[in-house]
C-alpha cells in the first residue's frame, strides 16, 4: 500500500495543473490525426527540461493516458484511427457516428477507456513484480505464435465474407513486405524511393480509412438533393453510464485482452483493440451487430487499449526496457533526470515513481470527465455536409502522413492506398483485416527468422517452436480459432446471403 | 488557373533566388533543421535534441535548431533522403551514426557513401559492449570464449541490428577469437536485444554501453567487456576486450556527430566547423547528457574527416565476403 502515501503529491498546486494541462492539451493532440501517443510525448519531452523529476512525468503521463484515449475521437467521427489502438473503434464507432449517435459512442469510448485505463493502473500498482516476471517468459517463438493467433481472425474481421477478408489480409500481408529488411538485409519490392523504409503504419491508416470515405462523400455531394444534415440528439450521462452497465462483458474481455496483450513489448499497443474487438465478437450473443454501429465492440475496443497503457509499462520501470515506442520517450524524460528505472527507481526514487502512477489513475478520471464534456460538441462534426465534411477530413489526413516522417512520399502512400481502398470496397472488401494483415506480417515475419537463428544454434525449429508449455498453449489457441471460424463459417453458409447495400452508391 | 500557376513558380523562384542570395553574407539567418534517422524517442533523437538545445544563443549560431525525425530502414531512408533530397545551403544538417551509415554504404543498395556527406563536428561515442545475464555462468570474456570454442556456432549472442555496431563488435571477437559465435540481430533496436539477454533467451549479447550500465545498476546483467580502447568512466571496473586477450579495437564505438551534404558553400561549413563544437561543450549540454548516461566525446572536423576514412579502411577490410 505504498503507493497510497505518495497521493498528496498529485494535488499539490503545480503538479495538479500540470496533469490537467496534459490531459486535456493530450485529448486534442490525441484526437489530431497523425500525432501519435508517441509523438505527443516526444513533443512535450523539452517542456519538462526545467521542471523537477516528479512535474515532468506527470505532465508526460497525463499526456500519454489521455492521447490514447483522444485518438477515439478522430476514430469516431472522421473514420480516422490516430493510432493503430484505435482501428476496433472506428469500426463500429463511426457506423454510429453516422446514425447521428456520434456523442453516444463518445460517452461510451471515454467512460470504457476510464474503466480499462483504472483497472490497468492498478494492475501496475499491485502486480508489477510478477508481471515483470511474465515479461521475460514472452519469448521470440511465443510472439511469433501470437502473431499467428493474430492473423487467424484477419477471415473473420468486418467482413461480409470470410473469403474476401482472408484476401484482404494477405494483401495487407503483401505490403508489409515492402521495404529493406533489416534482419535479412534485403531490399522487397522498393520500386519507388519513397517505399524504401516500407509503408507506415500511420499513412496507411489514414489512406486505408480515410480516403475511401471522402471519395465516397464527393461522389455523394455532386446530387444536391442528396447533401444531409444528420441531428445529433443530447446524450445524456445517466444514460450512457445506465449503457454501459448493460456491456460488462465486452467491458471485462477488452480489459483482460489489453492488460495481458500490452504486456509484450513491441507487440501490446498495435492489437490489443483489434483481439479484444474480435474476442469479444466471437462470445456475444449479438455477434451479428458487429460492423453495424453496435456499442458492444466500441466498448471493448476503447477499455482494450486503455488497459494496455499501465501493463505497457512494466518493462520499463522494472527492466529498464522500454516495451514500445511511447516507453522509450518516457525512459529518454527519466534519464535527463538521473532516475534510472529498474530496481533504482523503486528504492531511490518512491516519490517520482508513485506520484507518476497515481497521477495516471487520477489522469484517467480526468480524461473521462474533459473527454464527455468535449464529446457534446465534438459530435455535432457529423452534421457538417458531405462536401464539408470531404475537404475536412481530407486535410488533416494528408497533415497527418506527411507530419510522421516530414515526407511527401508519404503522402503519396497514403493516397494511392486511399484509391486503392476505394475500388477493393466497391468489390466488398474491407480495410480493417488489410490492416490488421499489414500490422501482424512484420510481427511474425521477424520473430520467425529471429527465432530460426535462435533455433539453429540450439536445438533446432522443432524443439524450439513447438515445444514448451506456453507454444503448446498458443499452438491450442491458433487451432481452435481456425477451427471456430469454419464452423462459423459453415453455419453461417447455411443461410441465405443477405444483400448489403453498397456503400457509396448514389442511388 | 493556367495563370495562378504562372504566378505561384514566379513567387517561388523569387524567394529561391532571394534566400540563395542571403546567406554567404549572414548565414544562418533562419532556423536550421537537423534530420535524424531514427524514430523521436530513440537514442540519437534523444542525443540529438539536448546537444543542439543552445543553438539559438548569440555566441553560438543565433538561431535555433530543430529536429526532423526521417525514421525507416535502420537508418538507411532518412540518409537516402539526406544525401539526395536535403538543399545543401546549410539549413539542413543531418546526424551521423557511425559505423552505421559507412557499413551500409560499403554493403551496397543505399544512394550514399562517406563522399556524399561534409561532417562539422562529433559530440557522443557509445562503445559497444558484452553483457550476460546476472546468473549467467559466464563471469569472464574468458569464459564466454572458451565456451564459443569449444561449442562453435552455439553461443547465441544477441544484438541490434546487422551493420550497426553491435554487429561489427561480434564480428571482430569472432576473428580475434578465431571461434564462431551465433550473432542474433533483433527486430527492436537494443532494447529487444538487452531483453533477450535478461530473459536468458540467448547467452550473451552486445549492447550499448550506456544501457548496459543502466541494466546493470538495476541488477540485471554482468557486464564482461568493453569494446574501446580504454576503459570507461562509467564503469571502470570493467575490462577492455584488449585487456582480455582479445585484439577488437575501437572500430564498432558508435559515434554521432552532425553533418551537411557535399556541395555546401566552403564559409557556411567553415562558420559551422567553428561554432558547432563550442555548442556541443556548453555546461547546460554537457550536464544534461551525463545526467542521461550518455558519454561524450567532442571531435573537430579535422578530427571527424580522419575518423571516418579510419572506419572506412577497416570496415571494408571486415566486411569483405560478408
Redesign the interface.
Known amino acids: 500500500m505504498e503507493f497510497l502515501n505518495y497521493f498528496g503529491g498529485v494535488f499539490e498546486p503545480w503538479a495538479f495543473m500540470l496533469l490537467l494541462g496534459g490531459t486535456i492539451g493530450g485529448l486534442i493532440l490525441g484526437a489530431t490525426p497523425g500525432l501519435s501517443p ?2 505527443a ?2 513533443l512535450l ?2 517542456f519538462t ?1 526545467h521542471m523537477s523529476a516528479t512535474h515532468g512525468l506527470v505532465l508526460l503521463g497525463a499526456a500519454y493516458t489521455s492521447t490514447v484515449a483522444g485518438g477515439a475521437v478522430s476514430a469516431i467521427l472522421l473514420k480516422i484511427p490516430g493510432a493503430p489502438a484505435n482501428i476496433a473503434t472506428a469500426l463500429d464507432g463511426n457506423e454510429m457516428a453516422k446514425r447521428g449517435e456520434g456523442a453516444r459512442a463518445l460517452h461510451l469510448s471515454f467512460l470504457s477507456s476510464g474503466v480499462g485505463g483504472v483497472i490497468g493502473i492498478l494492475l501496475l500498482i499491485f502486480l508489477t513484480p510478477v508481471l515483470a516476471q511474465w ?3 514472452i ?2 517463438p511465443h510472439v511469433f505464435w501470437i502473431a499467428i493467433l493474430g492473423v487467424t481472425v484477419i477471415g473473420s474481421l468486418d467482413s461480409k465474407s470470410f473469403v474476401k477478408g482472408l484476401l484482404s489480409g494477405c494483401i495487407g500481408l503483401w505490403l508489409s513486405t515492402i ?2 529488411d ?2 535479412q ?3 522487397r519490392f522498393i520500386f519507388a ?1 519513397a517505399l ?3 509503408i ?1 503504419i500511420i499513412p496507411a491508416l489514414i489512406g486505408l480509412f480515410a480516403i475511401p470515405q471522402v471519395l465516397d462523400m464527393m461522389a455523394k455531394g455532386r446530387v444536391d438533393a442528396l447533401v444531409e444534415a444528420l441531428e445529433v440528439p443530447r446524450q445524456k450521462l445517466a444514460a450512457s453510464m445506465r449503457e454501459l452497465t448493460r456491456y460488462v462483458r465486452a467491458l471485462s474481455i477488452g480489459t483482460v485482452v489489453g492488460s495481458i496483450i500490452g504486456l509484450i ?2 507487440v501490446g499497443g498495435q492489437i490489443a483493440g483489434l483481439v479484444a474487438y474480435d474476442q469479444s465478437r466471437k462470445m456475444s450473443p449479438q455477434r451479428e451487430k458487429f460492423g453495424t454501429g453496435h456499442p458492444e465492440g466500441l466498448v471493448a475496443a476503447e477499455s482494450a487499449n486503455n488497459a494496455m497503457v499501465g501493463p505497457s509499462l512494466v ?1 520499463l520501470l522494472t ?5 514500445s ?2 516507453a ?2 518516457l ?2 524524460g527519466l ?4 532516475i ?5 527507481i523503486f528504492d531511490n526514487h518512491p516519490e517520482v515513481v508513485w506520484t507518476f502512477i497515481n497521477s495516471m489513475l487520477v489522469g484517467q478520471v480526468l480524461m473521462v470527465i474533459f473527454g464527455i464534456m468535449i464529446a457534446g460538441w465534438a459530435a455535432k462534426i457529423a452534421r457538417a455536409p458531405a462536401p464539408i465534411m470531404a475537404a475536412g477530413v481530407l486535410v488533416p489526413a494528408v497533415f497527418g502522413s506527411y507530419s510522421v ?3 511527401v512520399g508519404d503522402v503519396h502512400i497514403m493516397l494511392a492506398l486511399g484509391v486503392g481502398m476505394f475500388i477493393l470496397e466497391k468489390f466488398g472488401f474491407s480495410a480493417a483485416p488489410l490492416v490488421l494483415g499489414l500490422i501482424l506480417g ?1 510481427i511474425a515475419g ?2 520467425f527468422t ?1 527465432g530460426m ?2 533455433a ?3 536445438d533446432g525449429p522443432w524443439v524450439y517452436f513447438f515445444t514448451g508449455t506456453l507454444n503448446i498453449i498458443l499452438i491450442a489457441l491458433v487451432v481452435a480459432s481456425i477451427a471456430y471460424s469454419f464452423w462459423n463459417n459453415m453455419l453461417a453458409g447455411d443461410k441465405a446471403p443477405v444483400a448489403e447495400p453498397v456503400v457509396g452508391d448514389t442511388k | 488557373m493556367k495563370r495562378l500557376f504562372k504566378t505561384a513558380a514566379l513567387a517561388a523562384a523569387t524567394l529561391a533566388v532571394a534566400a540563395t542570395g542571403s546567406f554567404a553574407g549572414d548565414y544562418p539567418d533562419r532556423p536550421i533543421g537537423v534530420a535524424v534517422s531514427y524514430g523521436a524517442g530513440g537514442a540519437t533523437d534523444f542525443q540529438a535534441r539536448i546537444v543542439t538545445m543552445v543553438a539559438g544563443n548569440e555566441d553560438i549560431l543565433g538561431q535555433p535548431i530543430y529536429i526532423l525525425n526521417k525514421p525507416g530502414a535502420g537508418g538507411r531512408k532518412g540518409w537516402n533522403w539526406f544525401a539526395t533530397e536535403a538543399a545543401a545551403d546549410g539549413y539542413t544538417m543531418s546526424a551521423y551514426n557511425i559505423p552505421h551509415f559507412i557499413a551500409q554504404s560499403i554493403k551496397g543498395g543505399v544512394k550514399y557513401s562517406a563522399e556524399s556527406f561534409e561532417p562539422i563536428a562529433n559530440w557522443g561515442s557509445d562503445p559497444a559492449v558484452v553483457v550476460v545475464g546476472k546468473d549467467s555462468k559466464f563471469n569472464s570474456m574468458q569464459d564466454l570464449i572458451e565456451y564459443a570454442k569449444a561449442n562453435p556456432g552455439k553461443t547465441t549472442t544477441s544484438g541490434a541490428g546487422l551493420f550497426v555496431g553491435h554487429h561489427i563488435a561480434a564480428l571482430q571477437i569472432e576473428k580475434a577469437c578465431e571461434c564462431k559465435l551465433a550473432y542474433v540481430p533483433t527486430k527492436g533496436g537494443g532494447a529487444a536485444a538487452m531483453k533477450a539477454v535478461i530473459g536468458g533467451e540467448v547467452l550473451a549479447g552486445i549492447n550499448n554501453l550506456s544501457d548496459a550500465f543502466r541494466a546493470r545498476e538495476a541488477g540485471n546483467v554482468k557486464i564482461l567487456g568493453v569494446a574501446d580502447l580504454e576503459r570507461n568512466d562509467f564503469i571502470k571496473d570493467v575490462p577492455t576486450l584488449k585487456e582480455a586477450g582479445l585484439d577488437v579495437d575501437n572500430s564498432s564505438v558508435n559515434f554521432r556527430g552532425l553533418m551537411v551534404p557535399k556541395g555546401t558553400p566552403p564559409e557556411v561549413i567553415d562558420k559551422l566547423a567553428k561554432q558547432v563544437p563550442m555548442m556541443f561543450a556548453h555546461a547546460r549540454v554537457a550536464k544534461r547528457m551525463k545526467a542521461g548516461g550518455s558519454p561524450m566525446k567532442i571531435m573537430n572536423r579535422e578530427e571527424v574527416q580522419k575518423m571516418w576514412a579510419d572506419r572506412e579502411a577497416v570496415l571494408k577490410e571486415l566486411l569483405k565476403g560478408l
Not at chain 1, 335 to 338: D, F, G, P, W
Open positions: 508517441t509523438m510525448v516526444a519531452i523539452p527540461f515479461v521475460l517468459k519469448q521470440t521495404g529493406y533489416e534482419i538485409g534485403t531490399e524511393d524504401g523504409g516500407g507506415g513489448p513491441g518493462p527492466l529498464s526496457i522500454p516495451g515506442p511511447t522509450a520517450v525512459l529518454g534519464l535527463i533526470k538521473e534510472f528505472p529498474g530496481s533504482d516522417g516530414q515526407s512484420p521477424d520473430n529471429q537463428t535462435l539453429a544454434a540450439q
